[in-house]
């Protein structure tokens, strides 16, 4: 069993910079591939960028490629996105989740956290 709680969403006007955290606890956390996952409203969750165990293998949506980097540091039991050159089309709820695999897009995620809300103004 893992748990995912995610923080640093917030208001941010175009152009500006967040830095989301998903902080995981629970069982075999370091060896599980996060993803982060965004919804806006009326919208399909969509998938945003994924990283594997140890960090060597990243993957990003087109849409965010260029902008937001994730990391982890194990030793905070901690994944970061750090998203710049916001958009108000980023406005979303972003969510982690994580899976045993790295299988970037796959929406097949064993455990999600609970989200936190990105709100980027023009």
């Known amino acids: 069993q893992v748990q995912l709680v995610e923080s640093g969403g917030g208001l941010v006007q175009a152009g500006g910079s967040l830095r989301l955290s998903c902080a995981a606890s629970?069982?075999?956390?370091?060896?599980?591939?996060i993803g982060w996952f965004r919804q806006a409203p009326g919208k399909d969750r969509e998938f945003v960028s994924a990283?594997?165990?140890?960090?060597?293998?990243?993957y990003y949506a087109d849409s965010v490629k260029g902008r937001f980097t994730i990391s982890r540091d194990d030793a905070k039991n901690t994944v970061f996105l750090q998203m710049n050159s916001l958009k108000p089309d980023d406005t979303a709820v972003y969510y982690c989740?994580?899976?045993?695999?790295?299988?970037?897009?796959?929406?097949?995620?064993?455990?999600w956290g609970q989200g936190t809300q990105v709100t980027v103004s023009s």
């Open positions: 990283i594997n165990w140890n960090g060597e293998r990243t």
């Open positions: 989740a994580a899976r045993p695999t790295f299988t970037p897009t796959s929406p097949m995620y064993d455990y």
């Open positions: 629970g069982r075999s956390r370091s060896t599980y591939a």
